[in-house]
């Protein structure tokens, strides 16, 4: 099985992944929600054009044209952080060129012309960065982008102007959210330029603990600086979860130890079991991992199962449309599977 | 309370309709009532649908900025302030210098300091190359250098030459 989300990165215990986005846009060329059929079709073969019939690794690279996939297709794509929700509205011509080893995505007639997405396991935004920065001189080298000395590249969001690049990390912070201190962290962040939002569930609560940073400011700074400071806010927070996971063992381990065995005991035992518990359970066993507690399951397996639980990638590994009730089942079955259990 | 129609999940939405002057009330889930049609929730808002207020400018346009459409998408003014959005770069030529306020509200900082795309740092270097060697030409003249003068001149003509490209 591919993908970055198999591999270590640094600060494993706390941070997921790394992910650096750039918008651009072409000259001469209205933005997406603007554009005629025919300007996203030539925009599009432009970018094919670019990326594939030259010698930028042409074998590593996948072409998906979202005129033509099918809906699960495209869900488990969103689902994999590879394809935005926005891709997906049909109103012009879309694609996605994406890497085989799901590090890079690029996506054509988004809310820009292009957005260029590298995503890296932990904490690796300096890394993402220099990938993205690669892909788009060489990019550049064929496209002529629409750019300003005063304003830097021209986006269609004014949240995006100038450097064009959201920098993100998704953290995983269970002792922040159980002692509330959460809270102290949001508000600092937000004080810093900082945007923090649950990456899954609805509301503000985030599911699993999980929760993603990212740069608000694009223009004025350095992308270096941008990186940087993300960089630096991620380390701090990092620091506090580690703390706090320390402290609350340490002020009762055995309580620690029975939540985090708990939670496996129901996850390697369910027959039925919602998305909404899965990611709960996933989270208090991630802990137990993270802090050596439970020694025989390792992270890149939780990732995966994080992944193959949600409802489209779900279906794509039964190879049928489930309804609810079956995909509660067969989610069960799926876990159990992936932890080795029958 | 369980939803009415799917008997599963929650109720928070209560929906009271009034037909043929009967009053109904029916209790639904989010999900149930999205599917029915009966709650609209459209797009959540946005960060561009308070870009009109970060504008800071009279909810009524002034007949100077009804007339700022951009030359090459057809984008108004007008419809910036609605949807928070460019058409395409021209839009930010047209009605740019309107922004200001909202970009200093957005990014703070309004000088760019980001990467340069290869061409255009090309053309920032040569403009540079050009200052300077008016400079030397200035200088030659003074000191009456006329041939080193012509020589400079030739150089900045053919620089000009290329960049106007």
Known sequence: MEGWYIEKGPESDVVMSSRVRLARNFKDYPFPFKMSREDAEKVVERVKDAILNRSIATSNYEFKDMLKMNPIDKQALVEKHLISPNLVNERVPSAAIISKDEKVSIMINEEDHLRIQCLFPGLQLDKAWELCDKIDSLLEENIDYA???????????????????????????????????????????????????????????????????????????????????????????????????????????????????????????????????????????????????????????????????????????????????????????????????? | MLCQKCQKRVANIQITQIVNNNKQVIYLCEQCAREEGKFITG??????????????????????????????????????????????????????????????????????????????????????????????????????????AAEIRDRIRELEKNSAS
């Open chain 1, 147 to 342: 750019f300003s000395e005063k304003y830097g590249y021209l986006t269609c969001c004014p949240t995006n102007l100038g450097t064009g690049i959201r920098a993100s990390a998704m953290l995983h912070l269970p002792a922040l959210t159980m002692t509330g201190y959460i809270r102290g962290m949001l508000d600092a962040c937000g004080k810093l330029g900082i945007a923090v939002r649950g990456i899954y569930g609805e509301n503000s609560e985030a599911l699993g603990n999980l929760f993603q940073i990212s740069n608000q400011i694009t223009l004025g700074l350095s992308e270096e600086e941008i990186i940087n400071n993300v960089t630096n806010i991620g380390n701090q927070i990092i620091n506090q979860e580690r703390t706090l996971r320390a402290e609350l063992y340490r002020q009762n381990p055995y309580r620690f130890e029975d939540k985090v065995y708990r939670s496996l005991g129901i996850l390697s035992n369910a027959r039925i079991i919602s998305s909404e518990e899965s990611f709960k359970l996933i989270s208090d066993v991630r802990l137990g991992v993270d802090m050596g507690i439970i020694k025989n399951i390792d992270v890149a397996k939780l990732n995966e199962i994080l992944l193959y639980i949600q409802p489209a990638n779900l279906q794509k590994i039964f190879d049928r449309t489930l309804s609810p009730d079956e995909r509660d089942i067969k989610r069960a079955d799926l876990i159990r599977e992936k932890l080795g259990i029958n």
């Open chain 2, 43 to 148: 797009s959540p808002l946005s960060v561009n649908d308070f870009f009109s207020s970060m504008i800071g400018f009279p909810v009524r346009t002034s007949v100077g900025e009804q007339q700022l459409v951009c030359d090459k998408c057809g984008m108004s003014y007008e419809e910036f302030k609605k949807v928070g959005k460019f058409g395409c770069e021209n839009c930010y030529k047209v009605y740019g210098e309107k922004l200001t306020p909202l970009l200093k509200r957005l990014h703070g900082n309004l000088q760019y300091h980001g990467k340069l795309p290869k061409k255009v740092s090309e053309d920032v270097k040569v403009s540079r190359e050009i200052e300077y060697l008016k400079e030397q030409l200035n200088n030659a003249v003074k000191n009456e250098e006329y041939e080193k």
